[in-house]
């Protein structure tokens, strides 16, 4: 006998577990276009990545660019980016030029966790910074660094992350505060 398939209400979506709804894996360089959209609808314009930016960050450290991907429409929900070096303070330079990724480095700098808003509150930031961090694990990453307004410190508190007090980023002409996780090894900052 035939069953009618329905689909599954919004409540049954966010009630299964987050690695059921999604997949977690590198960006592919035709999602370029799609992450710039997703960067501009959770960033105001003085503090998103350039679309000019966004490839240029996937053509150099596309292993460095989680996303994650709904699997029932099979579209980006959201990412979390980065880019290695040896240095250990955040600049703004590292969001405008890619060349700054040095894929011997053991920092990671972070430049963006970009969740869509109708993914939000579900857990989705939490699952992208935890396999992000897992992946930076296996690679002997010693530190992930990041850059983040005053309110949302709190939530990064919660992933792990330690506050650093106010960065030297002034990013977007905006005022940032610097938080670390350590990974692997000592601390590395000087």
Known sequence: MCRESRQKTNKERTAAPISERFEFRCIRPQEAEEAADIEEACFPPNEACSREHMRARIQTASDLFLVAVDRESGKLAGFLNGIA???IS???EFFT???THDPTGENIMLLG???LPEYR???LGRALVANY???AQEKNIRRMVLTCHAEKVEMYTKFGFRDLGESASKWGGETWHEMDIVLNGEDGRR
Do not use: C, M, P, Y
Request: no cysteine; charged share 50%; aromatic share 6%.
């Open 85 to 87: 070096t040896k240095e």
């Open 113 to 115: 966790l970009d969740v």
């Open 121 to 123: 509150t579900q857990g």
């Open 90 to 92: 955040f600049r703004d």
């Open 97 to 99: 030029d890619a060349s």
């Open 133 to 135: 961090r897992r992946r």
